[in-house]
């Protein structure tokens, strides 16, 4: 096999190594000595591979000019290199994390997100109301209470839960409730088991309503402000009777639990009064107009027939037996009576001035006195109706 194949070359280099490091020669091209802390070609390169080299070393790779052609003893010229000269590296770029400048961030808030809980469709006690059994659903005028069944320590039921409108939905806890719905004057009241599942209940109010109105004599208009109702509860006689709305206006209804009422019309506040006995059903409007016995009247002292009416004047109206219904101060009182005969009494400084009137359902008049025509009285017949 000829020497000038690579591998043949390569291992008689070798070889060649092992020799003049095994000969120890310093100084020469193979190496410096040890007192400079290099060591020879194989003890820098081979000991940078596996960790025993020095640190003072040039560096863990020959120069290819370095190696010398051919071995001592060999064909080629002679090694003339004193020492190995390292391979330049080149620079690397700096690869350095950079530092950055940022904002001071604020701390880190989680969304709230919805859980599955909320997520659920949440199960409720859903409320109706109607007036009868097969009625429809009243859809605005209720007022729901859901009270606990357990006193408290004030002595009354704990409220729970409120509404107003038509329906009403609570989400409660599971258990006993008592209802409570009010429809104006009406209501009802029912015990409500809840199990925590869906639930519809529909409360029978069984009520109505009453719209009242009212004329003087047969059809004489009475003005609305003059005009109000009282409603009490049907009993067998007045002491009975509970009030059960009262100063109510012409014209509006009144939602009532169906039943008999009894009904006071006011026309004045005076004695012109009217009463029924009414009753409403269940699921309708009862409509009633009550027909009073009464006037207006409207009084003034005069020196004549149509003159000016005297100021400062005191006056009393009795009735027949002499009992004085309303008393009034001022130049024109007015007053609505109820049908009857009067004793109309005016008091002007030191005189006393009398006349008797008879007042005429529906007949609204103007009654004057007359100081010239009236024989003065004296003040023990004040009052009398004589």
């Known amino acids: 096999m000829s020497s000038s194949h690579p591998a043949t070359r390569f291992r008689a280099v070798f070889v060649a190594a092992v020799l003049v490091a095994a ?26 591979i596996f960790g025993s080299g020095s640190s003072d070393a040039p560096g863990a790779y020959a120069s290819p000019s370095a190696i010398p052609e051919t071995v001592p003893g060999g064909a080629g010229a002679p090694l003339g290199r004193s020492r190995l000269d390292p391979i330049a590296l080149p620079e690397l770029p700096d690869r350095s994390t950079p530092r950055l400048d940022l904002p001071v961030l604020p701390a880190y808030a989680p969304q709230n997100l ?15 109301a109607k007036l009868v059994e097969d009625g429809e659903i009243v859809p605005n005028g209720l007022v729901w209470r859901l009270f606990s069944p357990y006193v408290g320590v004030d002595g009354k039921l704990p409220l729970v839960a409120s509404a107003m409108g038509g329906s009403a939905t609570f989400e409660v806890p599971m258990g006993t409730y008592l209802l409570h719905v009010g429809f104006g004057s009406a209501g009802a009241t029912k015990r409500i088991d809840y199990t925590g599942e869906q639930t519809r209940e529909t409360v029978v109010l069984q009520a109505g309503g009453l719209k009242l109105s009212a004329v003087a004599a047969t059809d004489v208009p009475i003005p609305e402000d003059k005009l109000t109702f009282d409603i009490f ?7 009975n009777r509970q009030l059960v709305v009262d100063d109510v206006p012409p014209h509006r209804l009144v939602r009532l639990s169906a039943g008999n009422y009894h009904v006071v019309s006011n026309f004045g506040s005076v004695n012109a009064t009217v009463r029924a006995d009414l009753k409403v059903e269940a699921g309708k409007i009862t409509e009633a107009t009550l027909q009073h016995a009464a006037a207006e009247l409207t009084m003034k002292l005069v020196r004549e027939k149509g003159g000016e009416a005297i100021a400062d004047t005191a006056w009393s109206i009795a009735n027949a037996s002499g009992d004085v219904v309303r008393e009034s101060v001022g130049a024109f009182p007015s007053m609505v009576l109820a049908e009857g005969d009067y004793l109309i009494i005016a008091r002007n400084k030191d005189r006393t001035f009398q006349r008797a009137f008879h007042v005429a359902a529906g007949v609204n008049t103007d009654v004057e006195v007359l100081t010239s025509d009236i024989q003065p009285v004296s003040p023990s017949q004040e009052g009398s109706g004589d």
């Open 114 to 128: 919805p859980s599955l809980d909320l997520l659920k469709r949440r199960k409720t006690l859903v409320l109706d």
């Open 233 to 239: 509860t049907e009993a067998a006689d007045e002491r």
């Open 23 to 48: 000969a120890g020669t310093s100084g020469d091209a193979w190496g410096q000595s040890s007192g400079n802390g290099g060591g020879g070609f194989l003890e820098r390169n081979l000991g940078g």
